[in-house]
Every structure is written in structure tokens, then in C-alpha cells.
T-cell receptor
Framework: EAGVTQFPSHSVIEKGQTVTLRCDPI?????LYWYRRVMGKEIKFLLH????????ESGMPNNRFLAERTGGTYSTLKVQPAELEDSGVYFC????????????????FGPGTRLTVT | QQPVQSPQAVILREGEDAVINCSSS?????VHWYRQKHGEAPVFLMI?????EQKGHEKISASFNEKKQQSSLYLTASQLSYSGTYFC??????????????FGQGTILTVHP
């Protein structure tokens, strides 16, 4: 079974430019999450999709960030315009839907996209 | 509020044991443990649910004290491959927040031959 994949692995852009990150979840996983780790700090939640719907976007830092998941498969995260503080590693994770009995979400992470804004 | 992990770093020799702790100030629904090696994806190790349910790798054990909102990850007979950064992710749950993990700052584990 293929894992979560992310593209690109690295991106270097100038302040003010636009960047789009892509995540392909594990096939059949309804839940897709975006997280970010800024240098030296903890991994922080950005948002959660259930299929194509945004379940929770409480972690999105501001309106320069736009996430989409058309068709409930892959997702994109666009940063426009990028600022210096947006630099970091952006992780995508996916998990199956709710299970019978105790409900738990076991999340599988992708390798991340390292974004550097200069 | 992010959970607090301790210790921040630990150095072991092969075969030694270690315990990594994760404490939260909030009532938790679940605790997730991950290990990340440099430049790679965080790898799922264990999930512990409120009420006692847990799932994870056979060689990994962990506990969750619901009264104290603390979880501990037990690494026994450590191997070189155990080296990496260990993260706990806590889930408060409720409403639309199921699945939203809040991570600790990480514990760097180094195992030497």
C-alpha cells in the first residue's frame, strides 16, 4: 500500500510569490490533515478535511493560505503571497474514517514539503 | 495548549531502556506517539484512547493516565534504529475537533552502539 506522498519535497521562493503544495493521501482515506513545523518549534495543526469538506480549519494562520480538496482525493495548499514567516516544513497526513466501536483516528504522515521563503 | 514532553533529549547505549513522558493540562480523548528520523515522515507508533483502548506496534508499549492526563512511552532493549525524535500528539476531541492533534516539542533519542 502506497503511503502519503507530497510534492514538491523542497521549494524555495521569494517573498510575495505564490506556492502550491500538493498532498496525495493513502487511497481510501477520507480524512486529510495539513500540519506545519516552523524551525525549532512544534508541529502545528492547520486544517482537517473529511472527503472534500473542511471539518476544522482553526489552525490556518491567515487568509493568505488556501486549502482545497476537490473530489475528496488529493489536496493542495496554496500560499499567496508568501511571507518570510511561512518558511517551514508542511506535512500532510491521512486517516481512515470513523470505525465502529471506539472511534479513533490513526494518522499517517507524508515526508513533508520544506518551504523556504527568501 | 501544547503538551509538555520530558526529557527533551536522552542518550542510550544499545540494550538500555528509556521512558518518554507527555503531559497535558487539558482533558484528553487520545494520545498519539510518533517517531521521526531526520528528513523523513513521522512514523505512527501508538495510539491510546480514553477508556483504555490502544493500538500500536508490537514492540512498543505505552500508558495513558487519564486522571493525570499523562502518557508515557516505554522503549525497552533499545536498538540503533530507535534513534530519532519522538513526538506525542494529543487529541481533545469533541465536535469538529476529532483528529486535530496538538504536538509536544519532541524528545530527541540517540542510541549508541
Amino acid at each position: 500500500e502506497a503511503g502519503v506522498t507530497q510534492f514538491p519535497s523542497h521549494s524555495v521562493i521569494e517573498k510575495g510569490q505564490t506556492v502550491t503544495l500538493r498532498c496525495d493521501p493513502i487511497s481510501g482515506h477520507d480524512n486529510l490533515y495539513w500540519y506545519r513545523r516552523v524551525m525549532g518549534k512544534e508541529i502545528k495543526f492547520l486544517l482537517h478535511f473529511v472527503k472534500e469538506s473542511k471539518q476544522d480549519e482553526s489552525g490556518m494562520p491567515n487568509n493568505r493560505f488556501l486549502a482545497e480538496r476537490t473530489g475528496g482525493t488529493y489536496s493542495t495548499l496554496k500560499v499567496q503571497p508568501a511571507e518570510l514567516e511561512d518558511s517551514g516544513v508542511y506535512f500532510c497526513a491521512s486517516s481512515k474514517g470513523k470505525l465502529a466501536g471506539p472511534i479513533y483516528y490513526e494518522q499517517y504522515f507524508g515526508p513533508g514539503t520544506r518551504l523556504t521563503v527568501t | 495548549q501544547q503538551p509538555v514532553q520530558s526529557p527533551q533529549a536522552v542518550i542510550l547505549r544499545e540494550g538500555e531502556d528509556a521512558v518518554i513522558n507527555c503531559s497535558s493540562s487539558k482533558a484528553l480523548y487520545s494520545v498519539h506517539w510518533y517517531r521521526q528520523k531526520h528528513g523523513e515522515a513521522p512514523v505512527f507508533l501508538m495510539i491510546l484512547l480514553k477508556g483504555g483502548e490502544q493500538k500500536g506496534h508490537e514492540k512498543i508499549s505505552a500508558s495513558f493516565n487519564e486522571k493525570k492526563q499523562q502518557s508515557s512511552l516505554y522503549l525497552t532493549a533499545s536498538q540503533l534504529s530507535y534513534s530519532g525524535t519522538y513526538f506525542c500528539g494529543t487529541e481533545i476531541g469533541g465536535g469538529t475537533s476529532y483528529g486535530k492533534l496538538t504536538f509536544g516539542q519532541g524528545t530527541i533519542l540517540t542510541v549508541h552502539p
